[in-house]
């Protein structure tokens, strides 16, 4: 089975997600279920003999993304996310072709879903995206967590995490075909390009071009072309209208006009969400992927997302275990902010100072802080957190914007 049960069912659970966001810190979780525990492989056919396959091992604290040609079963290495990270595999719209081409092919993953909705960390969005066309989908993929929920996968997060727009990215097209992404680190800030697909790398590229034909050839053979022409406006007025029972008029049409696709006819009579309709429209009637989710959802709510820049300069020196003192307060910043969805913090360096036996000690510890939008009670709550942890004096928290300014936190 492509998704494991036992996976399936932990994806309504928060504890799981909450684990699964954070496999790119230090793996260690403080859920005892996952000590030990062997992960799970996903693997995702879109035709053809081509299949991505996902490896998810929360007890390391590694998410593996991967692709097996026909007849290869150890998968080529796309990117991968752990405490040494490669993540930045994916463009936006070679995941949404994927993810339509395995709903396809199998109704146990539907898009939008979980292929979405866990392979969406190794996506790198770049100017060329439409914010309208991608949030719909990844916000049915997540779905809405239990109201008591203390940690739910948000696409606000995911955005933050996942674009590189603004920050000097640029994905590009090279004579063979071949998408790669470079960057412009004067213009980054404190976001890093880490991706095996910079030009002339070791990346599967070959591999990858035949992966994605075969899932174009996948959606376009879902419904004849003759069939379309059987609908007239109904397709048009559904989305215009936002009218489910348009869409569910179109499919009857298609089924009287021979089309049996199921996961075509049952998503629309049934959808589980209407970004299932739009992008099986978009399919029906040949648009533009992505065309008809924007049309019926309208402007994106993040349009306007702002990520601010804080940095930490964690005093540590004298300390029993400067370098456990800083994991734990780097942790709690960590937690904190993601549990309310307002950023996320990690290491970046640390500096050593000589003592007095004339040895090397860790003097001081660097935390990058990014702050989602609301930069008050953003830097409210790092302030809160870090006091739990009686910092030093000579820490000090600092807010990176038109100029850098000294946060105070007393």
């Keep these: ?55 998810i091992d929360i007890d390391l604290g590694m998410v593996n993304l991967g692709m097996c040609p026909p007849g290869v079963t150890e998968p080529l290495q796309l990117g991968w996310d752990d405490a040494h990270p490669f993540p930045h595999a994916l463009r936006w719209d070679e995941l949404d072709l994927i993810a339509r081409a395995v709903a396809l092919r199998d109704p146990d993953l539907p898009h939008p879903g979980p292929l979405l909705a866990l392979a ?13 066309a991608v949030t719909p989908l990844l916000a049915a993929a997540f779905g809405t967590g239990p109201a008591d929920a203390a940690h739910w996968p948000t696409v606000r997060s995911w955005l933050y995490r996942c674009d590189g727009r603004g920050r000097g990215v640029t994905w590009q097209r090279d004579d063979a ?9 004067d213009q980054g800030g404190d976001f890093t ?4 697909r910079a030009p002339e790398s070791e990346f599967p590229f070959d591999a990858w071009r035949a992966l994605l034909a075969a899932a174009g050839r996948t959606v376009a053979d879902a419904v004849p072309a003759a069939a379309r022409d059987t609908l007239g406006d109904l397709p048009a007025r559904a989305v215009a209208d936002r009218d489910l029972s348009l869409a569910a008029q179109t499919g009857r049409t298609l089924a009287a006009a021979g089309v049996g696709h199921p996961v075509v006819l049952r998503g629309l009579a049934e959808p589980t969400d209407p970004a299932e309709v739009c992008w099986i429209l978009e399919t029906v009637t040949g648009a533009a992927r992505g065309s008809l989710v924007a049309r019926w959802f309208g402007p994106s709510a993040l349009r306007g997302a702002r990520r601010h820049r804080l940095s930490l300069h ?25 549990d309310r969805d307002l950023g996320h913090a990690r290491q970046s360096g640390s500096s050593m100072r000589r003592d007095a ?31 739990r942890h009686d910092p030093a004096p000579e820490t000090v928290l600092r807010h990176h914007g038109g100029t850098v300014a000294v946060v105070a936190l007393r």
């Design 177 to 185: 075909g071949n998408w790669t992404v470079d960057q412009d680190e």
């Design 357 to 387: 036996a004339g040895g090397y000690v860790t003097h001081a510890v660097s935390v990058d802080i990014a702050v989602l939008d609301d930069l008050a009670a953003g830097t409210d709550l790092v302030r809160h957190t870090l006091l």
């Design 1 to 55: 089975m492509p998704l494991p049960a036992d996976l399936r069912d932990l994806l309504k659970d928060p504890s799981f997600w909450s684990a699964y966001d954070r496999c790119d810190d230090d793996g260690d979780d403080d859920d005892e279920r996952w000590e030990d525990h062997p992960g799970w492989t996903l693997t995702a056919d879109v035709g053809g003999g081509h299949t991505l396959v996902l490896e």
């Design 193 to 196: 390009l880490y991706s095996l």
């Design 120 to 132: 969406g960390r190794f996506v790198l969005l770049g100017e060329h995206d439409d914010l309208d």
């Design 314 to 338: 964690l005093a540590v020196g004298g300390r029993p275990d400067p370098r456990g003192y800083a994991t734990t307060v780097t942790r709690d910043l960590d937690r904190a902010l993601r």
